[in-house]
């Protein structure tokens, strides 16, 4: 993709005060932002804009309009299905700079903070109260992206995903329009759910400049517990029975044995490599040993053949350190090679089987593949290394994403419990709901009706709009 014309630019630097520092072009910053974590196709953008306030934003977003430029928000770069790929050039709005935590309010369990602040950031400045921000997708992502992508990850069996953790928000429509949702009090039933739509519309529909979100107290005690099974079918099974007696564990995760090998040739660890269970218990310490007691006895009937405590911090962080590096691991097995993943999200009911159709699918289709999840909630992720240059092995690829993905619906489960649509999936996500696409088609024309808000991603593109 070409620059974008020097009038434009011009355009652009008086958006953001003038200064053309926060206006690139350059070839380096420009292929930053051609891609995410995924092997989608890259593509640059004409320019990158890093805005500094929602002021900004609104007349990037009014320039933008009235010139039909396509608009691309960016965080961290770490989505799994394309998001931040600016499929029609443009712009790419690069929000980390917008990096303020504007309140913290122990009192009120609540935050506000600029979409650019991270994750990590909040935990530490609420850790000093005794607080934390527990939705954890593993990356240490932005929260506005992590909001535009309805993010979850290992806690959200205890705390649930970034909808249910986000009280309000501020959005910058296209053509310059700053609307707040939702408010500081923990719930609300004023009018329609626009906070709720936001997020998760993966920047499709305007740019989150602003978040309030939900604290949480810090459990005054945590075990975790590394527990070993002869197959992952056994496994998936304990997960599907601790969840279902009511234990109150904060995190429940699955790891194949591939996974474990990759993660130890990766983080320098000596795991057992056989499918595991990581499951964390946190509360009052007689609360903790009691779930934990249950947990276990659970994991013998599915016949568990190992369990090891991890009750130092210190363990605990390397241990779920490890877990959430399991994608870069992958590079220990096979260098040179790309990592893909793809998940699905089933009842829990149907956990086993579905686990079960992806493992064969694998095998079936000779494919480097593990598989991991979040399984306390019924979702769960395969991973694939491939050569992006051998269209055999990507043509397998996809055909393994799409037999997941009719499996999950015939189960009545969904074809992503967490990626998202992005470009991957937009197939997937008429064929899940056929009858609400036109809905969909009909609100993003409401609130873009030019087309300029990250086209190419959730809905098809019907007329792409000219970058000018």
């Known amino acids: 993709m070409t620059t974008l014309r020097a009038e434009v630019l011009a355009a652009l630097e008086a958006a953001v005060g003038g200064d053309g520092a926060r206006v690139s072009t350059g070839t380096s910053d420009r292929d930053l932002h051609a891609e995410d974590m995924t092997f989608h196709r890259a593509v640059r953008p004409g320019a990158v804009v890093y805005p500094t306030s929602t002021d900004e934003v609104s007349r990037v977003l009014e320039l933008a309009d009235r010139e039909r430029v396509p ?48 994750r990590g950031a909040l935990n530490r400045a609420a850790g000093e109260h005794g607080l934390q921000f527990p939705v954890d997708p593993g990356a240490d992502a932005t929260l506005g992206g992590m909001a535009a992508t309805n993010a979850s990850g290992t806690t959200t069996v205890r705390y649930g995903k970034m909808r249910a953790n986000v009280l309000a928000l501020e959005a910058v429509l296209p053509g310059g329009r700053v609307v707040r949702t939702g408010s500081r009090a923990p719930k609300t039933s004023a009018g329609y759910d626009v906070t709720g739509l936001l997020v998760g519309s993966e920047g499709t529909l305007g740019v989150i400049t602003e978040l309030t979100l939900r604290l949480h107290g810090i459990p005054e005690h945590a075990v975790a517990a590394r527990i070993a099974f002869p197959t992952v079918e056994a496994a998936v099974q304990a997960a599907v029975a601790i969840v279902s007696t009511g234990t109150g ?189 036109p809905l969909y088609r009909g609100l993003k024309d409401l609130f873009d009706p030019n087309g300029i808000m990250n086209p190419g991603k959730v809905v098809p593109i019907e007329a792409r709009p000219a970058a000018r």
């Not at 964390?280 to 016949?303: H, I, K, N, Q, R």
Request: hydrophobic share 45%.
């Open 71 to 118: 608009v691309t928000p960016f965080g961290a770069g770490s989505s799994l299905e394309g998001h931040v790929i600016p499929v029609d050039g443009g712009i790419s709005l690069d929000l980390t700079r917008m990096d303020a935590i504007l309140s913290l309010e122990p009192g009120n369990l609540l935050a506000v903070v600029q979409a650019g602040v991270t």
């Open 249 to 437: 564990v904060t995190r429940i995760e699955l790891v194949d044995t591939l996974n474990m090998r990759a993660i130890n040739l990766y983080s320098g660890t000596s795991y057992p490599e056989v499918p595991c269970l990581l499951v964390e218990a946190s509360g009052t310490a007689s609360s903790v040993e009691g779930d934990l007691e249950l947990v276990l006895a659970l994991a013998e009937a599915e016949g568990a053949v190992d369990v090891v405590h991890e009750r130092l911090p210190e363990a605990r962080s390397r241990l779920w350190s490890a877990r959430h590096d399991a994608a870069y691991s992958w590079s220990q097995l096979w260098p040179g090679l790309r990592h893909c993943s793809t998940d699905t999200c089933v009842p829990l009911s149907e956990l086993a089987a579905a686990v079960g159709v992806a493992q064969g699918e694998l095998a079936r289709l000779r494919l480097r593949g593990g598989i991991l999840g979040h399984v306390g909630d019924g979702n769960f992720h395969v991973g694939v290394t491939l050569d992006p240059d051998d269209a055999d092995e990507v043509a397998r690829w996809h055909e393994l994403s799409d037999a997941l993905v009719h499996d999950a619906l015939a189960r009545g489960g969904t074809c992503t419990g967490e990626h998202g649509i992005g470009v991957g999936k937009i197939d997937a996500l008429a064929l899940e709901h056929p009858d609400l696409v």
